[in-house]
C-alpha cells in the first residue's frame, strides 16, 4: 500500500528527492514517517509529517539538510535530501500511521518496500 521510490548511488554533497505514493482510500488520515536503516544497524527516525502536513520533525542528523512534505491530491510524500552524505547510506522507508507521526517505528503499522540510497565519499 506504500510505495518508496527515488533512491540511487549519487556522490557526497548532492542531492535525492524521494517519494512516497500510497494506493487505497484516505491517504490525508495518516501521518507518514521517514526511516532509514544502515547494512548493520537498526532502523531510525528520519522525518515524519502529519497529516495535513502542517507539522513536520527531523532527526538531527538530518536537519537542515532534508525537507519532507506531502501533497495529498497525489497521496504522496517526498523527502528532499540535500548536501548528502555518506553516512546517509541507508535503505530508507515510508511507513503510515493513524494520527501524529511518531519517531518510534514501532508504532507505524503499514510500510513500504524500501528505497536503497548510496552516498559515495
Known amino acids: 500500500q506504500l510505495q518508496a521510490s527515488g533512491g540511487g548511488l549519487v556522490q557526497a554533497g548532492e542531492s535525492l528527492r524521494l517519494s512516497c505514493v500510497a494506493s487505497g482510500r484516505a491517504f490525508s488520515h495518516y501521518a507518514i514517517g521517514w526511516f532509514r536503516q544502515a547494512l548493520g544497524k537498526g532502523r531510525e527516525f528520519v522525518a515524519g509529517t502529519s497529516r495535513g502536513g502542517e507539522t513536520t520533525g527531523y532527526a538531527d542528523s538530518v536537519k537542515g539538510r532534508f525537507t519532507i512534505s506531502r501533497d495529498n491530491a497525489k497521496s504522496t510524500v517526498y523527502l528532499q535530501m540535500n548536501s548528502l552524505k555518506p553516512e546517509d547510506t541507508a535503505v530508507y522507508y515510508c511507513?503510515?500511521?493513524?494520527?501524529?507521526?511518531?519517531?518510534?517505528?514501532?508504532?507505524?503499522?503499514?510500510w513500504g518496500q524500501g528505497t536503497q540510497v548510496t552516498v559515495s565519499s
Open positions: 511507513a503510515r500511521r493513524p494520527g501524529v507521526y511518531s519517531k518510534t517505528a514501532a508504532h507505524y503499522n503499514v
